[in-house]
């Protein structure tokens, strides 16, 4: 796919591993990590299977000219996990963005966007947070990737995750982690919240439709509304209307919190608007909402000293 820029096939071990130290994207020395209980090592090419068949008649695609484009591995304590990265080609620093996958994991449309924010002067970064519990790229249906994937993702774990792809993004000598942003979809829309609650040095961050409120459980025993009053950086919430998933009542209720706990943030809630109205690559887009949506990101990460 165009942008999906990895090792080839015939590539040995000993040239992979140069070409990252060579980008400095790497936290530790060439001394093998341990690898036990991780099923996702590289990132599958291509969209998800659940995410299939592609609109191809409103599907981006964003190209790598002028760009460096490919995949990382990020090491973690207990190994590595893949993920993507993308920035302007020419040397800088630049500001950095947390890309955070849908459910889907970090399957094409994920890539298409890290490529979309180094177009416009970013630094972005998206870690493949499902690396331990499974490969959602080949899974057929939604409750499937919810049930067997999801439910096992504990959100310490992802905020470990993110907090190491921001450490690769520092070292690479690229990235401005000074200023810092993040943004996340669906499921990585709760996620940006919750990020926002954990990192202090964070700049901003935009959550697109992301999941408010939900039943507290091992694996996520807070969600954002319960994370208002600790929310350390502005943020920007996309909501649809029409989302069969994320009652408007909730959104309601967060923005309340929010305003509550004098926090920084606002909540733009499109009318008659579905769930996923940014995925381009689906039959959920909605051009207008979706274009509104990316300008006004953009626009809250610069006031926010993210760009």
Same mark, same amino acid.
């Given at each position: 796919?165009?942008?999906?820029?990895?090792?080839?096939?015939? !590539?040995?071990?000993?040239?992979? !591993?140069?070409?990252?130290?060579?980008?400095?994207?790497?936290?530790?020395?060439? !001394?093998?990590?341990?690898?036990?209980?991780?099923?996702?090592?590289?990132?599958?090419?291509?969209?998800?299977?659940?995410?299939?068949?592609?609109?191809?008649?409103?599907?981006? /695609?964003?190209?790598?000219?002028?760009?460096?484009?490919?995949?990382?591995?990020?090491?973690?304590?207990?190994?590595?996990?893949?993920?993507?990265?993308?920035?302007?080609?020419?040397?800088?620093?630049?500001?950095?963005?947390?890309?955070?996958?849908?459910?889907?994991?970090?399957?094409?449309?994920?890539?298409?966007?890290?490529?979309?924010?180094?177009?416009?002067?970013?630094?972005?970064?998206?870690?493949?947070?499902? +690396?331990?519990?499974?490969?959602?790229?080949?899974?057929?249906?939604?409750?499937?990737?919810?049930?067997?994937?999801?439910?096992?993702?504990?959100?310490?774990?992802?905020?470990?995750?993110?907090?190491?792809?921001?450490?690769?993004?520092?070292?690479?000598?690229?990235?401005?982690?000074?200023?810092?942003?993040?943004?996340?979809?669906?499921?990585?829309?709760?996620?940006?919240?919750?990020?926002?609650?954990?990192?202090?040095?964070?700049?901003?961050?935009?959550?697109?439709?992301?999941?408010?409120?939900?039943?507290?459980?091992?694996?996520?025993?807070?969600?954002?509304?319960?994370?208002? !009053?600790?929310?350390?950086?502005?943020?920007?919430?996309?909501?649809?209307?029409?989302?069969?998933?994320?009652?408007?009542?909730?959104?309601?209720?967060?923005?309340?919190?929010?305003? /509550?706990?004098? /926090?920084?943030?606002?909540?733009?809630?499109?009318?008659?608007?579905?769930?996923?109205?940014?995925?381009?690559?689906?039959?959920?887009?909605?051009?207008?909402?979706?274009?509104?949506?990316? /300008?006004?990101?953009?626009?809250?990460?610069? +006031?926010?000293?993210?760009?």
């Amino acid at each position: 796919m165009p942008g999906d820029i990895r090792p080839s096939a015939t !590539a040995g071990a000993a040239d992979q !591993a140069a070409d990252f130290r060579a980008d400095h994207e790497s936290l530790a020395p060439d !001394a093998p990590l341990s690898r036990r209980g991780f099923v996702v090592t590289s990132l599958a090419t291509g969209f998800a299977a659940a995410a299939m068949p592609v609109a191809a008649q409103t599907m981006i /695609k964003t190209d790598t000219q002028g760009l460096d484009a490919k995949e990382v591995s990020i090491p973690v304590p207990d190994g590595k996990i893949p993920g993507y990265r993308a920035r302007p080609a020419k040397p800088g620093r630049y500001p950095t963005v947390l890309v955070v996958q849908e459910i889907f994991g970090v399957h094409e449309h994920i890539r298409d966007l890290c490529r979309r924010f180094a177009k416009a002067g970013y630094y972005a970064i998206a870690p493949e947070l499902y +690396a331990r519990q499974g490969d959602a790229a080949k899974i057929g249906d939604i409750p499937a990737i919810l049930r067997d994937i999801v439910s096992k993702v504990s959100d310490k774990q992802v905020m470990a995750d993110l907090d190491a792809a921001v450490a690769v993004a520092a070292k690479s000598g690229y990235a401005d982690t000074g200023r810092l942003a993040i943004t996340g979809f669906c499921w990585g829309g709760r996620i940006v919240w919750l990020y926002a609650a954990h990192n202090p040095k964070l700049k901003a961050g935009t959550a697109w439709y992301g999941r408010l409120v939900g039943q507290p459980s091992e694996m996520t025993p807070k969600h954002p509304l319960d994370l208002a !009053a600790e929310i350390k950086a502005p943020v920007l919430g996309l909501y649809g209307g029409a989302d069969q998933g994320i009652p408007s009542d909730t959104v309601e209720f967060m923005r309340d919190a929010l305003k /509550k706990a004098n /926090k920084r943030a606002e909540i733009v809630l499109y009318p008659d608007t579905p769930h996923g109205f940014n995925a381009d690559y689906r039959p959920s887009y909605r051009k207008q909402q979706a274009e509104d949506g990316w /300008k006004r990101m953009m626009a809250w990460f610069k +006031a926010n000293g993210a760009g």
